[in-house]
T-cell receptor
Framework: EAGVAQSPRYKIIEKRQSVAFWCNPI?????LYWYQQILGQGPKLLIQ????????DSQLPKDRFSAERLKGVDSTLKIQPAKLEDSAVYLC?????????????FGSGTQLSVL | GNSVTQMEGPVTLSEEAFLTINCTYT??????LFWYVQYPGEGLQLLLK?????DKGSNKGFEATYRKETTSFHLEKGSVQVSDSAVYFC??????????FGQGTRLTINP
């Protein structure tokens, strides 16, 4: 079974530039999550999709972050413009359903450095 | 809101030592509890879980018991190996609410 695919693996940009991350979840998984993991902290949910609809984006900084999952499969997360505090690992995860007891499958993440 | 608190790291042990990583949570009702592990250069993966009080999750020699009375889900292993070196995250899930993670505990096992 193929896992959650993310790209790029690393990205270095200057502040005020834009950046995009891509995620392809496990086939058949309806729920897709984007998490932000700042060094030394646990992952924090940015946005959760159920198929192509947004379930929870309460912690997404909507003035600069956007995400879409147009066909209910792969997803992109964009930051525009980036700030220094956006330096983090961006994790994509997927699960079959959306219940709190579901097992999440994580990708390897994209490490973003904003200079 | 729901929250998870883990013991501060990093934790360094010798091979074959006994491991405990403490985790306590705050939630109403009966959440599901998880331990995720992140090996160097890899994504998080589920280590074990428990979905109701007094359940014990176990995997790869690790165990954790869901204690409602102390709101805890401590991770234990009787004899650690070098290959257990990783970052361990306690997490809580409830209903349709987002999974909430603790801050993580970095474990290093020396041979």
């Amino acid at each position: 079974e193929a896992g959650v695919a993310q790209s790029p693996r690393y990205k270095i940009i200057e502040k005020r530039q834009s950046v995009a991350f891509w995620c392809n979840p496990i086939s058949g998984h309806a729920t897709l999550y984007w998490y932000q993991q700042i060094l030394g902290q646990g992952p924090k949910l940015l946005i959760q999709f159920q198929n192509n609809g947004v379930v929870d984006d309460s912690q997404l900084p909507k003035d600069r972050f956007s995400a879409e999952r147009l066909k209910g499969v792969d997803s992109t997360l964009k930051i525009q413009p980036a700030k220094l505090e956006d330096s983090a690992v961006y994790l994509c995860a997927s699960s079959f359903g959306d219940r709190g007891r579901e097992k999440l499958f994580f990708g390897s993440g994209t490490q973003l450095s904003v200079l | 809101g729901n929250s998870v608190t883990q013991m501060e790291g990093p934790v360094t042990l010798s091979e074959e030592a006994f491991l405990t990583i403490n985790c306590t949570y705050t939630a109403t009702g009966y959440p599901s509890l998880f331990w995720y592990v992140q090996y160097p250069g890899e994504g998080l993966q589920l280590l074990l879980k428990a979905t109701k009080a007094d359940d014990k999750g176990s995997n790869k020699g690790f165990e954790a018991t869901y204690r409602k009375e102390t709101t805890s889900f401590h991770l234990e292993k009787g004899s650690v190996q070098v290959s257990d070196s990783a970052v361990y995250f306690c997490a809580l899930g409830q209903g349709a609410q987002k999974l909430v993670f603790g801050q993580g505990t970095r474990l290093t096992i020396n041979p």
